[in-house]
């Protein structure tokens, strides 16, 4: 069963090498290619940004020196490996 699962596999993905690169031996067809996934790249929302300096995360790396509540909390580290250690001790 396994067997034909990945000799399956193999064939779809040698047929479809064969016909990507057939359709795209035509310069036309490789510009509609390139058009359709730059499209389809402006749709998705994290790659529609133009601004390369935006990232997802606004507050990611080294916490600001201000910002008392998160530097408490990184301060304080997790406690989990401290509470596994004295839990293996006893």
């Not at 795209?24 to 359709?36: C, G, H, S, W, Y």
Request: hydrophobic share 30%.
């Amino acid at each position: 069963m396994r067997q034909k699962a990945l000799i399956s596999g193999i064939a779809i993905s040698t047929v479809g090498v064969g016909v990507t690169s057939y359709l795209l031996k035509d310069k036309a067809n490789r510009e509609k290619v390139t058009e359709f996934v730059q499209s389809t790249k402006n749709k998705i929302p994290y790659f529609s940004r133009k601004n390369t300096d935006s990232f997802p995360v606004e507050k990611a790396g080294h916490p600001d020196p201000e910002d008392i509540d998160d530097n408490t909390m990184v301060s304080e580290g997790s406690m989990y490996p401290v509470q596994y250690y004295d839990e293996k001790q006893k």
